[in-house]
């Protein structure tokens, strides 16, 4: 693996972007979804032919979590992927 050398061609917005996600737990998921929005309304450039992004969700969250997310996005997400039993015992 040449993890360094990788990081060093990233493009400076990425680097720019904050705290590598492991070391900022409780919003890598907040920055990781903002960057979902961004594509999803063609705010990120992607390449000359970049891939038709139709829809946007998540998978595995809990519901502090997801309600977080919901309160403080742009867009709400169209797919939620999920074990259905956590909301069935933990409703709220």
């Not at 990120?44 to 309160?71: A, Q, R, T, W, Y």
Request: proline share 9%; aromatic share 10%.
């Amino acid at each position: 693996m040449k993890c360094e050398e990788e990081e060093d061609r990233l493009p400076e917005y990425i680097k720019e972007a904050g705290p590598p996600p492991h070391l900022d737990k409780d919003n890598a998921f907040k920055e990781s979804w903002r960057a979902l929005e961004d594509i999803f309304l063609g705010k990120i450039s992607l390449g000359e032919n970049p891939p038709l992004v139709e829809s946007i969700g998540v998978s595995n969250f809990d519901i502090h979590d997801l309600k977080e997310l919901v309160n403080n996005s742009r867009i709400t997400p169209h797919i939620l992927q999920g074990n259905v039993w956590s909301y069935v015992f933990d409703p709220f």
